[in-house]
């Protein structure tokens, strides 16, 4: 029994594991696993990740190429960001996946028809509407503080609800391994109430994290057993003992059929289960229909951009995608890879579109400046030995703390001036910046030393250069890049008028070489939007206040070629 995708060179990871594994699956016939991503939800939970609607929006495309089935794409009702994130994700188109919408269960002793949570589920607009509700007899007595029989009927009733809108309904059991262990008759009951009152999944969550991956196994068996054959159960599981992935594997071996987890582990507390593991282990080690050959070998870019995304720098020594993953730095590993790729990796890197060579990076960085050029209708004017230069300045910029993967406006604009018509449509010949925090009179009488506000002055003063002309002017600000942009506006704004339909949206910054202290290269990442667009530039340096310039002017410069090209259109 082979199963579909097969690939003969991963043959050393173990055919018998394929053959024990389909074997064991027989009854559901099914050698397939759903991939549920909860990054946008669960992974935003985790301390220092915040996401903005267009963050979501973008990683909402990359994860639907990546080819996962559900993405769960925040709280229904529970914030005015993720409701504006389910409105505007309606107008994206989704190839492979579905999208899901995440809240509780009703309230206890109410209504399900009129409950705010349900109605505000309902009016994300998702297909998939998954519903949190208790599995746990202590969660229920002690921390919902309700009857066991009523927190049965909020599940029945919510399901049954919501099925009746005409949506699909996954029921997350939270805290089931732990109820289980306590009480496992009224922890499998609420999965079956579930089941009957019409939800497609169950998924068993280790809410806490501290379920060994041997007992989820077991557990998951047992509650498959109890729930019968056509349970479609799914597994959610969080970092907290290190072992989120192998738990997860582990409750597929035993039977569930969903797996849920975040890109890169991210998640509340330790994270969940790293979704980019669980795919590389589902596909190349189990031989699961998951998703395909090419889009497995997507995860390592995928990873990163993600990180860049969240503003992290990617991990190195993260599993298949890190850059030190397949790296050997010993004289004997080396020599031995030399005579044999494959003694010391456990698989092909590029099966995941990761390397143990420079040689494979630079030419995928190629490869994409040159993809760039032909996107761009460029590919006539510039020729091979343009690309080779535009790389060589990517990877200089790079060193520098530059990254193009989430600036593409940057990257745009890296290309178009190799164009020998390129017209610089302003120069900025200089900058300066003030900060101030002094005693002045109408602010109290000390240093701080008197508990009062005492607000901060930040004023720029920006010369640019458009033309022949020369303008000198001075703004104030809410802070320095506040202050910076004003200034730079009020320069623009006699020449462009429209540029004041530009806005800034976002703001990021990370240091980008650690160990140096505050000598370390920054880069700030600034997301900018008008009523049509919304892009991203970068810029970098030892100095904030210069990358973020670099980054401003890019924006404004993007802005600019932009719309003076589309009015010439017109
Ligand atoms: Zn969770």
């Keep these: ?71 769960e794409g925040g709280y229904a009702g529970a914030n005015p960001k993720d409701d504006e994130f389910f409105r505007r994700v309606q107008d994206l188109k989704l190839n492979n996946a579905v999208l899901a919408a995440f809240g509780n269960t009703r309230r206890a002793n109410s ?67 732990d109820g289980y262990k306590s009480n496992p008759e009224y922890a499998v009951q609420a999965l079956r109430v579930a089941v009957e009152a019409g939800a497609e999944r169950v998924i068993l969550c280790d809410t806490n994290g501290g379920t060994l991956p041997s007992e989820v196994g077991q557990i998951t068996r047992e509650a498959g057993e109890a729930l019968g054959a056509d349970a479609m159960i799914g597994i959610h599981t969080h970092n907290d003992t290190d072992t989120a ?91 031995a890879t030399e005579r044999s790729v494959d003694a010391y990796q456990h698989i092909d890197p590029s099966l995941v579109g990761n390397s143990n060579s420079v040689v494979i990076s630079e030419l995928a960085g190629r490869g994409n400046v040159v993809r760039r050029i032909r996107e761009l209708g460029l590919e006539e004017v510039l020729d091979r030995e343009d690309a080779t230069r535009i790389v060589q300045t990517v990877k200089e910029k790079e060193a520098l703390g530059f990254s193009y993967e989430v600036a593409q406006a940057s990257l745009d604009l890296l290309i178009k001036q190799s164009t020998p018509n390129y017209e610089q449509r302003f120069e900025l010949v200089d900058f300066m910046v003030v900060v101030e925090n002094r005693r002045r009179a109408s602010f109290g009488t000390g240093w701080r030393t008197d508990g009062k506000e005492h607000p901060m002055l930040s004023e720029a003063t920006v010369k640019v250069r458009v033309g022949d002309e020369v303008r000198h002017t001075a703004a104030e600000g809410n802070g320095p890049v506040d202050a910076l942009d ?54 970098a340096s030892t100095n904030i206040l210069e990358a973020s310039w670099i980054a401003l002017a890019d924006s404004f410069e993007h802005w600019l070629q932009k719309n003076l090209t589309d009015k010439a259109k017109n």
């Design 1 to 71: 029994m082979v199963p579909r995708d097969f690939n003969p060179s991963l043959i050393r990871d173990g055919f018998f594991v394929v053959v024990k594994f389909t074997a064991a699956r027989e009854s559901k016939d099914m050698n397939r696993v759903e991939l549920y991503d909860t990054t946008l939800r669960d992974g935003t939970q985790q301390e220092g990740i915040s996401l903005s609607v267009e963050d979501k929006l973008a990683i909402t495309k990359r994860l639907d190429e990546l080819g996962v089935d559900v993405i």
């Design 111 to 177: 209504e399900a028809s009129g409950d705010p949570t349900l109605q505000a589920l309902l009016d994300s607009g998702a297909p998939i509407l998954t519903l949190v509700g208790k599995s746990s007899e202590y969660q229920v007595r002690e921390v919902l503080g309700t009857s066991l029989e009523e927190n049965i009927a909020m599940i029945a009733d919510s399901v049954r609800y919501l099925k009746s809108q005409g949506r699909r309904v996954m029921f997350d059991a939270e805290h089931f391994f």
């Design 245 to 335: 992935v192998a738990s997860a594997i582990a409750a597929v071996e035993a039977g569930a059929m969903q797996v849920q987890g975040c890109i890169n582990g991210y998640g509340e507390r330790t994270g969940n289960a790293n979704m980019v593991s669980m795919i590389a282990n589902l596909k190349l080690k189990m031989g699961m229909d998951v998703i395909s050959d090419e889009q497995v070998a997507a995860l390592t870019s995928l990873s990163n951009y993600v990180a860049e995304v969240v503003n992290r720098r990617p991990s190195p020594f993260q599993p298949f995608v890190g850059a030190s993953a397949f790296a050997h730095k010993g004289g004997l590993h080396a020599a």
């Design 486 to 539: 004003r200034a730079l506006r009020k320069g623009l704004r006699e020449f462009y008028p429209d540029v004041t339909n530009v806005r800034l949206t976002d703001y990021k910054v990370r240091v980008v070489n650690e160990g140096t202290g505050t000598g370390a290269a920054v880069r700030v990442v600034i997301e900018s939007a008008d009523e049509r667009e919304v892009w991203q530039t970068v810029g």
